[in-house]
């Protein structure tokens, strides 16, 4: 249950999902692989092991299940990390969904 202080603008669903973060970092493009930990219509939280500060800009790709997309698909976008992960919570980031977009999975 959120804290008194916190506020959310929409309801976060516990979706475990394959991740990939990017951001611009001091060797170039670095990019950390994970998962999410919830995801909403203008939010994520990434479990990656990266340590990223506050409106760092990131990009992300989000592998989404046939059973919720009805197609191969991923969802690709760009945010901006809001914040680490709290005590108690799996190590990553929460950020805000800026943009995104739904792209077909290449056929391996």
Avoid: C, H
Wanted: zero cysteines.
């Amino acid at each position: 249950m959120p804290s008194s202080n916190e506020y959310r603008s929409s309801v976060r669903l516990p979706l475990e999902l394959p991740a990939r973060v990017r951001w611009k970092g001091l060797k170039g493009v670095e990019e950390a692989e994970g998962k999410t930990g919830n995801i909403s219509g203008n939010g994520v939280f990434f479990v990656v092991s990266a340590r990223l500060g506050p409106d760092t800009p990131i990009t992300f790709s989000v592998q989404l299940p046939w059973e919720i997309a009805k197609a191969s698909v991923e969802l690709v976008g760009q945010g901006r990390v809001v914040r680490q992960s709290r005590l108690g919570e799996p190590s990553g980031v929460a950020a805000i969904i800026d943009d995104y977009q739904l792209v077909p999975m290449s056929a391996a």
